[in-house]
């Protein structure tokens, strides 16, 4: 069976502009620069990295929430960059996205019933006292009570919160929902409950997921696949077990050092990169990450290295590997 989406070369670049009268471009910040990456139904892919590496802006170019400079995006063998205006508002029945502020997300002024009917009745999925009955059994899905349909957004916590972004994404029965960092602005605490709701609801609504965050540990626990993000490219992919216990990338490798152990007796090697980050502002030639590898020779400061698999669907950016 070939893949639920398929992304191939996608590119995001934004002109950079100076000067408040004659607006002068200065140059060009490469948000997104040649990533492909495959998502296979049922199946979670964990798209992690830095702030700032492009992971958020390139899953809102496959929902064309913003349009890619470049690229192929196909969802379902359907070219979703060939679709006009009224096409994709059709398909993002199928995609939906679960946002990183639960507290901005949400419209301030609407209850939490007219919040998540919305995209119910802009899609026609149903009408009349079955959209009350749907909210409901939404509201109870995701772990909230029926009569907090009645309540505006300001009066939940940010988990519950979350959760009503969860319901509203939920309401139009997608395929693919992607979660751009979800926990991120949520107490630890609270950050496992919602992971653990959302594993409960992949495996009920048969969805599919990409799972945009900073925090390995996070992914860990929810991703079947792992690709990681570098400056606006994929730096690797793996199975998330080969990923962990078989990483190639230096980066890679210094992520995973940098994630703290629950075991004070337990002596871990923390893997500390010398070197500021390149901007992102017209990077130069090669790898970008030469100037703070430790292996980096002088291919790395010509040539960008291509992601290349070097067994098991394990893939590598890496001249040394």
């Known amino acids: 069976m070939g893949p639920l989406l398929e992304v191939k ?73 060939a679709l006009n205006a009224k096409d994709i508002r059709r398909a993002r029945k199928d995609l939906q996205m679960v946002f990183q502020d639960p507290y901005a997300s949400l419209n301030p002024r609407m209850k939490v019933r007219d919040i998540i009917s919305e995209p119910i009745l ?23 009570a029926p009569y907090h349909a009645d309540r505006y957004a300001h009066e939940f916590s940010g988990g519950q919160r979350q959760r009503i972004g969860i319901a509203r994404a939920l309401a139009v029965e997608p395929k693919l929902v992607v979660c751009d960092e979800p926990v991120s602005a ?17 495996r009920e609504f048969d969805l ?6 900073h925090d390995l540990s996070v992914v860990h626990h929810i991703s079947d696949r792992v690709a990681v993000m570098y400056l606006g490219r994929v730096v690797e992919i793996a199975g998330y077990s080969e990923l962990y216990k078989n990483s190639q990338h230096p980066y890679t490798k210094a992520l995973l050092s940098a994630i703290p152990v629950a075991n004070p007796k337990l002596k871990k090697e923390r893997i500390v990169l010398k070197g500021d980050v390149m901007s992102p502002i017209d990077l130069p030639p090669g790898c970008n990450f030469h100037n703070r590898c430790p292996h980096a020779a002088a291919v790395c400061k010509e040539t960008a290295p291509v992601l290349k698999d070097i067994g098991n669907g394990h893939k590598v950016a890496c001249h040394m590997i």
């Not at 890619?68 to 196909?74: A, D, K, L, Q």
């Not at 079955?130 to 899905?141: F, G, H, S, T």
């Not at 107490?187 to 959302?198: E, P, R, T």
Request: charged share 25%; with cysteine.
């Open 9 to 81: 070369n996608l590119k995001k670049h934004f002109s950079v502009n100076k000067g408040s009268i004659f607006n002068k471009n200065v140059g060009t910040l490469k948000a997104v620069d040649d990533v492909s990456f495959e998502v296979y139904k049922g199946e979670t892919l964990g798209l992690v990295g830095e702030s700032g590496c492009g992971k958020s802006t390139a899953g809102r170019c496959i929902l064309r929430l913003i349009e890619p400079t470049e690229g192929e995006i196909s969802f379902e063998g359907r070219d979703l960059r």
């Open 122 to 144: 802009l899609h026609g999925i149903t009408r009349g006292r079955e959209v009350q009955n749907r909210v409901a059994k939404l509201l109870d899905v995701v772990g909230l």
């Open 186 to 202: 949520l107490d630890v605490s609270i950050q496992a409950q919602v992971i653990n709701l959302m594993e409960d609801l992949q």
């Open 208 to 213: 599919t997921f990409i799972f945009i965050a």
